[in-house]
C-alpha cells in the first residue's frame, strides 16, 4: 500500500532506463490499483510489464470495494500477485482462497505469481519445507497452465525486517518448490520461474540470483526507487 501518482516519475525513470537496453532482465512492476492504469500508459512502448497486487475470486457481482482479474486485465496489466503474505496473515487467506484467485486469474488471461512461505516460528521448528511444499500443492489451481505460472518465495520473517536466510537456506527452499513443481507437472516444470522475495536489496541480489533454482525476485520496498530497483535489475 504505497504509491501516489507522484510514484509516476519513478516509473518513468525504470522505463528510460528499459529503452536503453542495458538491463537484459524480464521487469514487472505491481502498483497499487489505483495507479495500474496511469502505469500501463506511461510504460507503453517499453519493456517494462505492470500488474497487481491482488484480485478477487469472482469476475463481478455484489462485492464492494473489491476487484476482479477481470478489471485488471481491462487495464492492460499482465500478471496478478495472488497469496501474498501479507494477504495471508492480514487477511486470513488460506491456500484455498488463494488456489480461487489464482484461477480467477487464469479465468481472464493472465499469469499468477503465487505466493508461499513459512513464518518464523514454522522455520524454527523445523517446517519450512513442509510448509512451503503444502502451500505449493494447495496453491495451485488443478488445470493450471505452467506457461502462466511464476511462483515466489517469501520468507515471512524475512520481509521488511532487513534478515535474509542464509544462501543454503534459499537454496534448499528453491529446490524443494522445484521438486513439489516437476511432481506436478512434470517436465514443464523446469520453466516455470521461482523468485525469491524477502528483503531483495541491491546489496543482496547478486548473490541470491545466483542461487540454483532463483530465477528472478520479487522486490519489496526496493522496488519504490527506481536507482535500488535498477540496481537490482542489473545484478539480474
Known amino acids: 500500500m504505497n504509491g501516489l501518482s507522484s ?16 538491463i537484459k532482465a524480464d521487469l514487472l512492476i ?14 507503453a512502448g517499453s519493456a517494462l510489464l505492470i500488474g497487481a497486487q491482488d484480485c478477487h475470486v469472482n469476475s463481478s457481482g455484489a462485492h464492494t470495494g473489491n476487484i476482479s482479474a477481470e478489471m ?15 494477504r495471508r496473515t492480514d487477511h486470513a487467506e488460506s491456500d484455498e482462497l488463494v488456489r480461487a484467485k489464482a484461477k480467477a486469474v ?19 521448528a523445523g517446517r519450512a519445507l513442509d510448509v512451503v511444499t503444502t502451500q ?16 515466489a518465495y517469501e520468507p ?3 520481509i521488511g525486517t532487513g534478515r535474509t536466510p542464509s544462501i543454503d537456506d534459499v537454496r534448499q527452499v528453491h529446490a524443494a518448490i522445484r521438486a513439489a513443481l516437476v511432481t506436478r507437472f512434470g517436465d514443464a516444470a523446469h520453466a516455470i520461474r521461482i523468485l525469491y522475495g524477502g ?4 546489496s543482496n541480489a547478486a548473490e ?3 542461487v540454483d533454482n532463483v530465477d528472478g525476485a520479487l522486490v519489496g520496498g526496493a522496488s519504490l526507487k527506481a536507482d535500488d530497483f535498477l540496481a537490482i535489475a542489473e545484478a539480474a
Open 7 to 22: 510514484s509516476l516519475e519513478e516509473l518513468r525513470r525504470m522505463v528510460d532506463e528499459t529503452k536503453r537496453g542495458a
Open 30 to 43: 505491481c502498483p497499487p490499483a489505483t495507479l495500474i492504469q496511469s502505469f500501463v500508459k506511461a510504460s
Open 72 to 86: 485488471i486485465a481491462d487495464l492492460g496489466a499482465t500478471h496478478i500477485i495472488v497469496g501474498h503474505s501479507e
Open 106 to 124: 487464469a479465468r481472464a488471461g493472465l499469469a499468477a505469481i503465487i505466493c508461499v512461505g513459512e513464518t518464523e516460528a514454522e522455520r524454527d
Open 136 to 151: 505449493i500443492e494447495g496453491s495451485i489451481p488443478e488445470d493450471a497452465d505452467a506457461t502462466r505460472l511464476v511462483i
Open 156 to 158: 515471512v520473517w524475512a
Open 199 to 202: 528483503s531483495v536489496k541491491p
Open 208 to 210: 541470491l540470483l545466483h
